[in-house]
Nanobody
Framework: EVQLVESGGGLVQPGGSLRLSCLAS????????MQWVRQAPGKGLDWVAT????????LYASFVKGRFTISRDNAKNTLYLQMNNLEPEDTAVYYC?????RGRGTQVTVSS
């Protein structure tokens, strides 16, 4: 069974940083393309970033503006999202995705 468990969210002030993690199990993580997707309150899903299995190809949504970095540790079956210079508009539940499967998400709230 595919399982994805996100963690690392929280309340942070504008300009602050957070590092999200996603622990994966039940599939071959080291050969999987992984994604981060977020959902702001009352809005639809927004794709954030994608990383290929070997980490030599990453893609980002335009709103990331160089503030976020997606990475992975295949030895630990873990996906990461380093988020810097956070803005109130980044407030959302963040999900990691493997194909159409996602975890429960982790809440990120950016507020002063």
């Amino acid at each position: 069974e595919v399982q994805l468990v996100e963690s690392g969210g929280g309340l942070v002030q504008p300009g602050g940083s957070l590092r999200l993690s996603c622990l994966a199990s039940g599939f071959s993580f080291s050969t999987a393309t992984m994604q981060w997707v977020r959902q702001a309150p009352g809005k639809g899903l927004d794709w954030v970033a994608t990383i290929n299995p070997t980490s030599d190809s990453t893609l980002y949504a335009s709103f990331v503006k160089g503030r976020f970095t997606i990475s992975r540790d295949n030895a630990k079956n873990t996906l990461y999202l380093q988020m810097n210079n956070l803005e109130p508009e980044d407030t959302a539940v963040y999900y990691c995705y493997y194909w159409s499967t996602r975890g429960r998400g982790t809440q990120v709230t950016v507020s002063s």
